[in-house]
């Protein structure tokens, strides 16, 4: 169990058949009245961020998120297929849940899969991956003054902005968490 008065950032707990984490908290002795902890958190299955206020007595379940490396195998239809590493056992988990995080993960990939009580609800992509461009327009030589940026299609399918000196042949390295291109990568 889990008091109020024990929270701290990154603590995940059950709340009204809900998993929250704490993402801000704050212990609160004013002048008059009992003392209080004002909190933000988030519901780590759905995403969403409230508000709240819990007496420092109050009493929590712990709620534990497994946190699981398993390597992208493929998809099949509607499921995508991940490979334990150590068991070597298939987990299927549907598109219509993690379909914009695997825009950058392709066959191979090693993903973080967060689970509760057996139940995945979530994938962490590797934070940086290497991809090769699979379609793009030419740049044109001295049009880079201003950092001007061009379109291209990846291996996944996914399409980000590039630097114009970029081209159809190279790989390049893509932050996951935001989508942008950061470099290029050495053939």
Same mark, same amino acid.
């Given at each position: 169990?889990?008091? =109020?008065?024990? %929270?701290?950032?990154?603590?995940?707990?059950?709340?009204?058949?809900?998993?929250?984490?704490?993402?801000? %908290?704050?212990?609160?002795? $004013?002048?008059?009245?009992?003392? %209080?902890?004002?909190?933000?958190?988030?519901?780590?299955?759905?995403?969403?961020?409230?508000?709240? @206020?819990?007496? #420092?007595?109050?009493?929590?379940?712990? =709620?534990?998120?497994?946190?699981?490396? *398993?390597?992208?195998?493929?998809?099949?239809?509607?499921?995508?297929?991940?490979?334990?590493?150590?068991?070597?056992? *298939?987990? #299927?988990?549907?598109?219509?849940?993690?379909?914009?995080? *695997? +825009?950058?993960?392709?066959?191979?990939?090693?993903? +973080?899969?967060?689970?509760? +009580?057996?139940?995945?609800?979530?994938?962490? $992509? $590797?934070?940086?991956?290497?991809?090769?461009?699979?379609?793009?327009? #030419?740049?044109?030589?001295?049009?880079? =003054? @201003?950092?001007? @940026?061009?379109? =291209?299609?990846?291996? @996944?399918?996914?399409?980000?902005?590039? $630097?114009? %000196?970029?081209?159809?042949?190279?790989?390049?390295?893509?932050?996951?968490?935001?989508?942008?291109?950061?470099?290029?990568?050495?053939?």
């Amino acid at each position: 169990m889990l008091s =109020a008065g024990d %929270f701290r950032n990154g603590v995940t707990f059950e709340l009204e058949g809900g998993v929250w984490q704490i993402v801000e %908290f704050q212990h609160v002795k $004013p002048g008059k009245g009992a003392a %209080f902890v004002r909190t933000k958190i988030k519901n780590v299955i759905t995403g969403s961020v409230v508000e709240k @206020t819990f007496r #420092p007595t109050e009493k929590f379940e712990n =709620a534990y998120i497994e946190r699981k490396d *398993m390597s992208y195998s493929y998809t099949d239809g509607d499921l995508y297929y991940f490979m334990d590493q150590e068991t070597f056992d *298939m987990v #299927p988990i549907a598109v219509s849940e993690i379909a914009d995080k *695997m +825009k950058f993960v392709k066959e191979n990939d090693v993903c +973080k899969i967060l689970s509760y +009580k057996g139940s995945v609800f979530d994938i962490e $992509p $590797p934070t940086f991956v290497e991809l090769a461009i699979s379609e793009t327009e #030419p740049g044109f030589a001295g049009n880079t =003054a @201003t950092g001007a @940026t061009k379109p =291209a299609t990846l291996e @996944t399918g996914a399409v980000i902005q590039v $630097p114009l %000196f970029v081209d159809g042949s190279d790989i390049i390295r893509v932050d996951t968490r935001t989508g942008e291109y950061m470099e290029r990568v050495n053939k």
